[in-house]
């Protein structure tokens, strides 16, 4: 079964600096990794994947994440945090079997991260 | 992308009753998801729900309370009946869009509160 952790249930960074959210998994075949992006009252927005190829990945709004095969992570970064990077941050992994559950997603339960002036 | 929208955005409902919400998607694809978040919780799949066949619903979530259609491949409806407050939750539809592959587009949710 496929499953997802996020250890950490709040993240904060002061502006400027970097900021790494973490994020482990537990897949049986390859993992298809995903970071979502939550701000308030607002649905969930596509930060970035990983499938396959390069271990570091390029994302949306500045973030990358680097998928490590040996430590089952695949951690969110960016290189200088943004006060407006405020919100609530998922790890999630797809469940690539077949037949109904095709598609389906598996959530880890969130980071809240607060980036401070 | 995929633009999705929800309808209602949020209500307030009492116990007992029962809300539908709709899911209109601006271009065709073949699987749609919809999705429990708890209050300070993570994302709980309710059902996939695919056009041309009933939906599947995962473990802990049955038709009757939580029936879904889907009559075209734009759009799918997803009831919660005989409310409680316990289904307090916002509810999220999502879908896979064919020219993104592996990449999930989500609604902005609807907020329901059941008093």
């Known amino acids: 079964a496929q499953s997802v952790a996020q250890p950490e249930d709040q993240v904060n960074v002061a502006e400027g600096n970097p900021l790494t959210v973490k994020c482990t998994y537990s897949?049986?075949?390859?993992?298809?990794l995903f970071w979502y992006v939550q701000y308030p009252n607002r649905g969930l927005q596509f930060l970035l994947k990983y499938i396959t190829g390069d271990n570091l990945v390029k994302g949306s709004y500045g973030f990358e994440a680097e998928f490590n095969k040996s430590q089952t992570s695949f951690h969110l970064k960016k290189p200088s945090a943004l006060v407006s990077d405020s919100a609530l941050y998922f790890c999630a992994v797809r469940d690539i079997g077949r037949g109904s559950t095709l598609g389906r997603l598996y959530f880890g339960r969130g980071t809240q991260l607060t980036v401070w002036p | 992308s995929a633009v999705i929208s929800q309808k209602p955005s949020r209500d307030i409902c009492q116990r007992g009753t029962s809300l539908t919400i709709q899911c209109q998607v601006d271009s065709q694809v073949t699987m749609m998801f919809w999705y429990r978040q708890q209050p300070g919780q993570s994302l709980t799949l309710i059902a996939t729900?695919?056009?041309?066949?009933?939906?599947?619903?995962e473990s802990g979530f049955v038709i009757d309370k939580f029936p879904i259609s889907r009559p075209n491949l734009t759009f799918s409806t997803l009831t919660v009946s005989n409310m409680s407050p316990e289904d307090s939750s916002i509810y999220l539809c999502?879908?896979?869009?064919?020219?993104?592959?592996?990449?999930?587009?989500f609604g902005p949710g609807t907020r329901l509160t059941v008093l």
């Open positions: 999502s879908v896979e869009a064919t020219r993104s592959y592996n990449e999930q587009f």
């Open positions: 897949v049986s075949g390859n993992p298809y």
């Open positions: 729900a695919n056009q041309g066949s009933e939906a599947t619903y």
